[in-house]
């Protein structure tokens, strides 16, 4: 597998909007999953070979995420951006499928982006 590109972080205005890209690399299998981590830590959103989207329920309603499944790029649209989104966010791809938590995914070895970073000033 190769590593995932990330795009799109930046500052922006507490209330504001940020569109963030994920393309996968290299995947060798259609059964796989990409999410995007804020922190390392919470799963923001995750999506599997089948279209499968898992958002936990922190962001439903601000993050939405337009897919392209025929290139396997998750992006995810933030909106109504809070202070508290800031951060750096990490998108990771490997061969698996969602996961039990939402907004995660779970399987084989994990491949990291090199992050992006957000920061939303009030």
């Known amino acids: 597998q190769g590593q995932p590109v990330e795009s799109g972080g930046g500052p922006v205005q507490a209330g504001g909007s940020l569109r963030l890209s994920c393309r996968a690399s290299?995947?060798?299998?259609?059964?796989?999953?990409i999410s995007w981590t804020r922190q390392e830590r919470e799963g923001v959103a995750a999506i599997d070979g089948d279209g499968t989207l898992s958002l936990p329920t922190s962001v439903q309603g601000r993050f939405s995420n337009p897919v392209d499944t025929a290139n396997k790029v998750l992006y995810l649209q933030m909106n109504d951006l809070k202070p508290e989104d800031s951060g750096m966010y990490y998108c990771?791809?490997?061969?698996?499928?969602?996961?039990?938590?939402?907004?995660?995914?779970?399987?084989?070895?994990?491949?990291w982006g090199q992050g992006t970073q957000v920061t939303v000033s009030s």
């Open positions: 990771l791809q490997l061969v698996g499928n969602i996961g039990s938590v939402a907004g995660t995914c779970t399987g084989g070895r994990s491949y």
């Open positions: 290299l995947l060798p299998s259609n059964v796989y999953c």
